[in-house]
Structure formats: structure tokens, C-alpha cells
């Protein structure tokens, strides 16, 4: 079974520091990541992917991929309260198919 | 650019009634469709999976069905419906990339 594995939260931050999101995988042969955000009651939003060991940043947001520790994370630097939400990981389980964690809830206080 | 629908945004509906959402995609062609349900704080479940017209996978046994009558719309339909079945129901679409993008979403209570 392909799991994907986060800590549910809620992680806690104030305003203007980084935040740290993690998430493990099972399946060692997943090419994919990608990290979602889902504000609540809402559906998730794509805002990044990686495919590559090492890092990739767009703005304030930096995906991070180690293949060999099957661990990717997501840095958010400057946190905004605006950014307080449930970030979702998930991978490339085949067929088409991502293989989503639970989420973390972020929540970015003033 | 893409753009997806679904409908209605939110449902409520009584156990044994029969369910029918809808989800369309705009402004690409030969999608994969995807549904997903997403009980009150957990992740989400992928229910059924659509690579073309007619082909519906599906991931879960449950009492929910899916059909693609259409290259961009995706249907998901139950005879009767139970209580185990409310949720935040999710349409989503992708190309040959994995990256997926979710509709708005349908928020279905059974009473």
C-alpha cells in the first residue's frame, strides 16, 4: 500500500516567520510531488511541484525533494496570515493517479 | 486557459434517495478525470478515475457509480443514498502530466 505520510497539526507560526512542512512517502519509485493548499471549505489548490532532488522555489514558497530519505517539504518564508490553511502532499502512485497525505493545517498568527 | 465546473455546490438529501453531480471541464481535450471524497477533516479518497471516453476506473467498492457519456464531463450517480456517503466531493482533471486541478467542489449532506 502507497502511503504518503504528514503530522496533521496544527502547525503554528507567527506572522513573518518560516514555515516548515513536511511529508513522507512509501514508494520509492515515485517521480512526482506535488503540495496543495486547501483553505477551508474549499477544494485544493495546486501551488507546487518538484520532480527533482534539491530544491525549487517560486516567491515566497520553496519545495524540497530527497529521493534517498523519501522526505519533501515545503518552506514558506514571510508567513502570512493569509497563508493559514491545510497544505496537502501527495505523490505520483501510478495510472495516472496521485497519492494523497492527510494535510497539515498551518495556521500563521499576527 | 482550463476551467472547471461542478454542480450543484452544495446538496441535501435524504437516505435511500438517488444522486447524480456533475462535472465539466472547459478548454482542453481527452482529460483524465478524476472524483474524490473528502470526509469532515480527512484526506481525500479517490473514488473513480477516467482516461477517455466510456473507461471508468474505480477505486473503492461502495454503492457510488461513475460515467463519462462525454470527452469533458464526468457523472457520479448512486441508486441509494447512505449516511456514510456525505462529504465534500471533488471533480478533478489532468493531462499527461500528473498534476491535477480540482473543481470547486460539491458538499453533500445525507439526512
Known amino acids: 500500500q502507497k502511503e504518503v505520510e504528514q503530522n496533521s497539526g496544527p502547525l503554528s507560526v507567527p506572522e513573518g516567520a518560516i514555515a516548515s512542512l513536511n511529508c513522507t512517502y512509501s514508494?520509492?519509485?515515485?517521480?512526482?510531488f506535488f503540495w496543495y493548499r486547501q483553505y477551508s471549505g474549499k477544494s485544493p489548490e495546486l501551488i507546487m511541484f518538484i520532480y527533482s532532488n534539491g530544491d525549487k522555489e517560486d516567491g515566497r514558497f520553496t519545495a524540497q525533494l530527497n529521493k534517498a530519505s523519501q522526505y519533501v517539504s515545503l518552506l514558506i518564508r514571510d508567513s502570512q496570515p493569509s497563508d493559514s490553511a491545510t497544505y496537502l502532499c501527495?505523490?505520483?502512485?501510478?495510472?495516472?493517479?496521485?497519492?494523497f497525505g492527510a494535510g497539515t493545517r498551518l495556521a500563521v498568527h499576527p | 486557459s482550463q476551467t472547471i465546473h461542478q454542480w450543484p455546490a452544495t446538496l441535501v438529501q435524504p437516505v435511500g434517495s438517488p444522486l447524480s453531480l456533475e462535472c465539466t471541464v472547459e478548454g482542453t481535450s481527452n482529460p483524465n478525470l478524476y472524483w474524490y471524497r473528502q470526509a469532515a477533516g480527512r484526506g481525500l479518497q479517490l473514488l473513480f478515475y477516467?482516461?477517455?471516453?466510456?473507461?471508468i476506473s474505480s477505486e473503492v467498492p461502495q454503492n457510488l457509480s461513475a460515467s463519462r457519456p462525454q470527452d469533458r464531463q464526468f457523472i457520479l450517480s448512486s441508486k441509494k443514498l447512505l449516511l456514510s456517503d456525505s462529504g465534500f466531493y471533488l471533480c478533478?482533471?489532468?493531462?499527461?502530466?500528473?498534476?491535477?486541478?480540482f473543481g470547486p467542489g460539491t458538499r453533500l449532506t445525507v439526512t
Open positions: 478533478a482533471w489532468s493531462l499527461s502530466s500528473y498534476e491535477q486541478y
Open positions: 514508494d520509492r519509485g515515485s517521480q512526482s
Open positions: 477516467s482516461v477517455g471516453i466510456g473507461q
Open positions: 501527495a505523490t505520483s502512485g501510478g495510472y495516472n493517479k496521485l497519492i
